[in-house]
């Protein structure tokens, strides 16, 4: 069961995005622009890797969250009262169709990159609040290589002190001091 899924993407609940994106910054890394979810309530700004990427999300307005499926507001303030996780765990593949009897149909009003896409969130979103978001990407037309950012000349490296010399994140980067930053947001 579950076979062939990669993660796609991780996300991280923020207040906003600008003590996040600091701290990120501080570090080094380039995040994207910010993209606006419509009819969703959020917006995030994303820190693209290789293979995935992180996304800093937040509630933009609540108004709409609370007119939409996802219901956000409820999952941010379930971790500004301490009783939720502020993670979630994307991921991409083909679900079965008896693997989709554990997830929740959701079709956003946009689009990533021009491809219209679907999401399926795992039942447990909208049950068990304390556990990380887990869900599942679904893109019409479209291979990851594709649609996938970094192949479209998007990536996060770290500059050195002389601008002349880059290094990726992995190199010699501490991983740690990435996390650090992440968690303190």
């Known amino acids: 069961m579950y076979e062939n899924l990669e993660v796609d993407h991780i996300f991280r609940i ?15 890394f380039s995040p994207s622009e910010i993209r606006e979810h419509t009819e969703q309530g959020t917006s995030s700004r994303f820190i ?6 992180l996304e800093l999300i937040y509630l933009r307005s ?5 007119n939409n499926f996802l219901k956000f507001h409820q999952r941010v303030d379930n971790f500004r009262n301490k009783s939720g996780s502020p993670y979630g ?4 593949g083909k679900l079965s169709e008896i ?16 491809k219209s896409f679907i999401i399926y969130m795992h039942s447990s979103y909208f ?8 869900f599942f990407l679904e893109v019409s037309n ?14 996060c490296q770290k500059e050195e002190k002389t601008p ?22």
Not at 62 to 66: F, G, P, T
């Open 48 to 53: 693209f890797f290789e293979k995935n990427y």
């Open 142 to 155: 479209s291979t990851k290589e594709e649609f996938y950012p970094i192949n479209r000349g998007l990536s």
């Open 89 to 92: 765990i994307g991921f991409r």
């Open 164 to 185: 002349s010399r880059r290094r990726k994140f992995f190199g010699r980067v501490k991983v740690t001091e990435f996390y650090r930053a992440l968690i303190r947001t």
């Open 99 to 114: 693997e989709k009897n554990d997830f929740e149909l959701y079709q956003p009003k946009y689009n990533l990159s021009g």
């Open 14 to 28: 923020v207040e906003d995005d600008a003590d996040a994106i600091n701290q990120i910054s501080s570090l080094g």
């Open 127 to 134: 049950t068990n609040p304390e556990m990380p978001a887990i």
């Open 62 to 66: 609540r108004e709409e969250s609370q």
